[in-house]
């Protein structure tokens, strides 16, 4: 039926426009670059191809996300020590509009519109003084997409022997990957069959999620529980699909998110905190390994209460 060809082009035409958008990703300079930068620690290391995929992850980790992670929450510190100067600023203000309003007989409503706007002016000067733009905060993101984005892809690529399928470099490297493994899975081209691999990936990112939850000294809004939950479903979604990639992406992956985790727990340290140069905030946490075992204690103790109890 007309209405049915209509389903089946429209079909077509978003597969083709994913397939397009998938082939321009994978034959893109950044890729080329981090695919060939692979290759080279692979020849100038000697490593089996396991080694180098989790070498690799911990060197560009360590020079791409750590120092914006680390800036991150500078600035994070910094808002939230401006936060502080708010509440004098704004009496200050009050008593400044309540004379003015006298003086130019403004209405509540010109009062009110003159002092958040002076509010937000002192706002954005103290952002400026303390270069703090919130903006900022998302910048490990802006870091860490691309990077996993970019070797996610360069990693596939060894492994169909893009994007130039016909050369012996690819043959070669292929057969190199195919193995290049290590105990339970000889052979990094195929899936990992065993699911320790995808079970070790979605345990470790609900890991970072919880401790990131757990590690709040106040509890966040609406927004953030939104965000957690969408992470919590994305680590599981993420099982299934690291089930059916070539197991050295999944290996990858599952690298990626133990540095991750690592790093979280490190951020966590006073004393590294202040090593670093993070600037001390009320809301740090003095003893935050005990607060974040109390919190998991916790979770266990709130689990077990919804089980059947034995009779």
Known sequence: SPQGFQIQA??????DSITKVWMSLSSS????????????????????????????????????????????????ARIELITQEMPEIAKELKKE??????????????????????????????IVRENCHP??????LWGQIPLWIFQSVSIRNLVYMLPNPSSLQAKIIFTQISLGGFLWMPNLTIPDTS?????????????????????????????????TNFFR?????????ACTVPSCLSLYWVSSSAFGLIQNLTMMSPKFRRIVGIPATPSQLEHPYKHLADGVSQRFQKISSWLPKKT
């Not at 995808?198 to 890991?207: D, M």
Request: proline share 4%.
């Open 233 to 241: 479903i994305l680590s599981i979604v993420m099982v299934p699909v």
């Open 97 to 126: 509009t309540a004379i003015a309003m006298k003086q130019f007989n403004w209405t509540e409503k010109e009062a009110k519109i003159m002092f958040n706007h002076s509010l937000k002016k002192q706002w954005t000067k103290l």
């Open 29 to 76: 300079t950044p890729v080329a670059y981090f695919q060939e930068g692979l290759i080279k620690l692979h020849d100038t290391t000697g490593l089996p191809w396991w080694a180098t995929i989790i070498l690799s992850t911990v060197l560009l980790r360590t020079v791409v996300t750590v120092p914006l992670t680390i800036y991150q929450h500078k600035i994070m």
């Open 10 to 15: 429209r079909h077509f035409s978003y597969a």
């Open 195 to 227: 699911l320790i691999l995808p079970v070790t990936l979605g345990l470790i990112n609900l890991a970072i999620v919880e401790i990131q939850t757990l590690s709040r000294v106040r509890q966040g809004g609406r927004l953030h529980k939104y965000a």
């Open 135 to 140: 903006a900022k905060t998302m910048i490990v």
